[in-house]
């Protein structure tokens, strides 16, 4: 089974600069996520999508991140204008099903599958 | 809102020593709980899911415990190796993953 698949593995930019990030995750898998992990901290999640839809983008930067899922697959991640601050990588994941709380039964949430990363360096 | 600790930060033991990887967190209404492993410049790698349900888990030489009453959780990995130098992280599901800083570890041969 393949993994989840990102690109580009490596960015370099000037501050004020826009960039994308590509995500291909794992087959039949309906929800994907991005995260930002900064040096010597624990990946901190910006975007979470249930097929082509966005469950929880609260902690994306909404002024300069924007992320899309069109066709409930592949997923981009953009940043517009960069900043210093944004030097991070950007990790990818995916996972089969999104838990819920139907019927007041606690479902079971998936396991999540990550990709390697694109690190990102804001000069 | 979550909090995840990983204590110590880093560790470094000579090959054959077992490893004791230590993460708390502060909310115990959790779904389950991930052990992740990342080499340098790797993405994460899933070792161990525990459900809410479960107190551990077990694959080959590392087993986790899950105490939510507490609110830790322990990664044992026995009779350690070289390969296993990594950084280990822990992750929270309360419907969304909260990660700890992670704790890296070196095995020294």
């Known amino acids: 089974e393949a993994g989840v698949a990102q690109s580009p593995r490596y960015k370099i930019i000037e501050k004020r600069q826009s960039v994308a990030f590509w995500c291909n995750p794992i087959?039949?898998?309906?929800?994907l996520y991005w995260y930002q992990q900064i040096l010597g901290q624990g990946p901190k999640l910006l975007i979470q999508?249930?097929?082509?839809?966005?469950?929880?983008d609260s902690q994306l930067p909404k002024d300069r991140f924007s992320a899309e899922r069109l066709k409930g697959v592949d997923s981009t991640l953009k940043i517009q204008p960069a900043k210093l601050e944004d030097s991070a990588v950007y990790l990818c994941?995916?996972?089969?099903?999104?838990?819920?709380?139907?019927?007041?039964?606690?479902?079971?949430?998936?396991?999540?599958?990550f990709g390697p990363g694109t690190r990102l360096t804001v000069l | 809102k979550q909090e995840v600790t990983q204590i110590p930060a880093a560790l470094s033991v000579p090959e054959g020593e077992n490893l004791v990887l230590n993460c708390s967190f502060t909310?115990?209404?959790?779904?389950?709980l991930q052990w992740f492993r990342q080499d340098p410049g790797k993405g994460l790698t899933s070792l161990l899911l525990?459900?809410?349900?479960?107190r551990e888990q077990t694959s080959g030489r590392l087993n986790a415990s899950l105490d939510k009453s507490s609110g830790r959780s322990t990664l044992y990995i026995a009779a350690s190796q070289p390969g296993d130098s990594a950084t280990y992280l822990c992750?929270?599901?309360?419907?969304?993953?909260?990660f700890g800083a992670g704790t890296t570890v070196t095995v020294r041969a």
């Open positions: 992750a929270v599901n309360d419907y969304k993953l909260s």
């Open positions: 994941a995916s996972s089969p099903t999104r838990g819920s709380l139907a019927g007041g039964r606690r479902k079971t949430y998936n396991e999540q599958f």
């Open positions: 999508f249930q097929n082509n839809g966005v469950v929880d």
């Open positions: 525990i459900q809410s349900s479960q």
């Open positions: 909310d115990s209404a959790i779904y389950n």
């Open positions: 087959s039949g898998h309906a929800t």
